[in-house]
């Protein structure tokens, strides 16, 4: 999966598709980073709502992490099927393969399998399984995965294993099931306890289900859960998304994500909208339901540590996309899957079938230690039975593969860490990855971006203010070429 994958609505967190930031346009206005834009009152707002929240949000989700170079490793697992397309998604899943089902857990334990030999006992410290909607894989498909995972990967003794779930689950007892093989996180795809704007975004479930869902996963013990849900659809009203808020508060679960609804090229949303039978998403409206957002989920003792995302409880940050946002490690396996590593030598000059993750060989030392790394990224290939054939074949995956350089990788670090909007980059852990300090790397950048009141920094970290937060795409862009 791409760095950039982190940047955008999903069903939760992932999903295993070439995707974009939604960075600004022709450098008109000032997008944010979640596609919406504020006015000067709106920011004076919000600034006074985020200082009442300071106290409480100090109490950082995010779990300690050594200021080092050398990260936690993550492990994607992409499930691409769902039970039914929405018309908004472009990731890559498919509906109406069912026939498919078992042949593809069967390769995807092949490639998982060979996956565990290759990082040769190197520690994993988050599983994500997503989608995609893994669970309209059966019972016996999800125990051969997650067991092979546990069998054969070194996990950490903490390790967070989250799964998705589509709150039209048929199968309450899955739940069940994923508790006990493991899952101690569940991320549910709610979008909105409206029934019409669940309608609209063709989902399976209604508010009933998701309400069901929600309790059937609680009382399997799954009590670590992230909801999913979307703003800025066309004629919602705020009024709308206040109720949704309000239903979805007295749930307490410990974390949601809200992502703004996004029209993608190439979708039947994007055909309704191009053809006029659906207004467009208002900007204007989604940048008020984001601030109602980021204010009442404060009150009720949320910490937004991303852009997106907010946790009650330190600890309760997502692990494995904090691994994103770090620009750290991790393998994806399945079709569309992106992965990034560092080895510790320079791999340019050399065939593409001398890259160990082609050729299968171990990846030794993939450490991010020990001398120059080299940070690599790869996708496999997008469709099911290719993958598959290709799996089955004993033959690579991958289709795609490419060499950071240097100065990409250490803008994909700030495009990213700022994202983490209270943790932001700290110098010391850029200057380990990088062996640059970030002053050296991006000062005038920084000066700039402090001028504007877009950024602030102390002695240990560089992160964005609210009015920044606001902006975000704009932030984040100055650091990407
Ligand atoms: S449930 Fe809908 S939005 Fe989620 S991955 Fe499947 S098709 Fe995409």
């Known amino acids: 999966m791409n760095v950039l994958a982190a940047l955008r609505p999903t069903d939760s967190e992932r999903g295993a598709e070439e995707e974009g930031e939604q ?13 919406g834009s504020s006015t000067a009152a709106e920011l004076t707002t919000l600034e006074a709502a985020r200082s009442d929240q300071a106290q409480e949000t100090r109490r950082f989700p995010v779990p300690p992490v050594a200021e080092t170079g050398e990260g936690p490793l993550g492990l994607y697992i992409h499930i691409p099927f769902c039970a039914r397309k929405c018309p908004y998604c472009d990731f890559n899943t498919y509906a109406r393969l069912e026939p498919l089902y078992e042949a593809y857990s069967e390769a995807l334990c092949r490639e998982l399998g060979r996956w565990a030999a290759r990082l040769d006992g190197r520690t994993v410290h988050t599983v994500f399984v997503g989608g995609g909607t893994p669970t309209v894989l059966s019972s016996v498909q999800l125990r051969r995965i997650l067991e092979l995972v546990h069998d054969r990967f070194a996990l950490a003794d903490d390790v967070e294993v989250s799964c998705e779930a589509n709150p039209g689950i048929k199968d309450r007892g899955q739940f069940a099931l994923l508790h006990s093989l493991g899952v101690n996180r569940l991320s549910m795809g709610v979008q909105s306890f409206q029934e019409e704007e669940l309608a609209f975004l063709g989902r399976i479930h209604d508010a009933k289900d998701a309400l069901g869902s929600y309790e059937a996963a609680r009382d399997a013990g799954l009590t670590n859960i992230n909801l999913d849900f979307m703003f800025g659809l066309p004629r919602q009203s705020v009024d709308a998304w206040n109720d949704s808020l309000d239903r979805a508060l007295e749930l307490a679960p410990r974390h949601f994500s809200l992502y703004s609804l996004i029209v993608e090229p190439d979708t039947p949303l994007a055909h309704w909208v191009e053809t006029g039978q659906t207004p467009a998403p208002d900007d204007d409206a989604a940048a008020e339901m984001y601030e109602t957002a980021m204010t009442r989920l404060g009150a009720a003792g949320y910490a937004q540590y991303e852009v997106s995302n907010w946790a009650r409880g330190a600890g309760f940050a997502c692990r494995h996309n904090l ?47 020990g001398g120059p790394a080299v940070a690599v990224r790869w996708s496999n290939r997008k469709g099911v039975q290719g993958y598959i054939k290709r799996v089955d074949a004993d033959e690579s995956p991958v289709d795609f593969h490419e060499e950071i350089s240097a100065e990409v990788s250490m803008g994909e670090t700030m495009m990213l860490g700022l994202r983490l909007v209270r943790e932001g980059v700290p110098f010391a852990r850029f200057e380990a990855m990088h062996g640059v300090p970030l002053r050296a790397a991006f000062g005038p950048s920084l000066d700039r971006l402090q001028e504007q009141g877009l950024l602030e920094s102390d002695r240990e970290r560089v992160h964005l203010t609210p009015r920044g937060l606001l902006v975000g795409n704009r932030v984040f862009s100055e650091f990407v070429a």
């Open 23 to 35: 960075v600004p346009e022709g450098g008109a206005g000032e997008s944010n980073s979640w596609n």
């Open 323 to 369: 691994v994103y946002w770090r620009n750290q490690e991790w393998v994806g396996v399945g079709p569309g899957a992106h992965s990034h590593l560092r080895f510790p030598t320079r791999l340019r000059g050399e065939s593409s079938g001398d890259l160990p993750i082609l050729s299968g060989d171990p990846v030794d030392g993939v450490t991010g230690s």
